[in-house]
């Protein structure tokens, strides 16, 4: 918590560094968080009225899950809007800027939403050995800092496509790659939430469920 921007006494600054404590457990520990009025405003505001030393974050996460139980639903039979819906939520409330789906053999970018930076116009980098390893023996990459030492060659190809912190989800398999999902933050480099991650992964394990057909309507 920041003087003078978060408050102008000892006691006020002191409680908002102390929900923000109990903000960083929530997202997974071994991570900092600076109080922000956009985003914990609401929450820090019910802690206070509840007089507890934090409070549990189900709200967030439950809503979350709402709105992806409703895609899940609404995926066959509208395939191009539930996902436009639950994306366009993501774009919003996770803080992204680009949201982008690559498909083909030439991985163009079939999709868009939030910021259409020229530098994405493309994601061939998921047939080189540098993504393989990066993957290891998952289907998705989660880099919170493209300087991070997990995946440092990975991160130097975000960063000169001007990628700050990303999740990026295979469609089809490691191995045999039909497309590629990108949630990016271009701005700046953030630490993904569990749920922020989840959400993701689950959004890419729902259409490698769909047949290929189903899966080309959201580039119509």
Known sequence: ARFPKDGSTFDEL???ADFCLYRAKDKGRDRYVFFRE??????????CEAKTEGIKYDVREVRELKSMSSFLLNLSASTKSAAETVLGHMLKTYNLDSINIYYGEAMERKFCLGQKSDLLSEARYVYSDIFKNALGSQAFIRIDFTTEVISPDFGKILDERGVKSSIQ???GSPENPLGLITFDRLKESALWAEY???????FAAALNLLPESKIKLLFV
């Open 14 to 16: 002191f409680k908002k």
């Open 38 to 47: 956009d985003l914990h405003s609401e929450l820090y505001k019910k802690a």
């Open 169 to 171: 989800c295979v469609i």
């Open 196 to 202: 922020e991650m989840n959400c993701c992964i689950m």
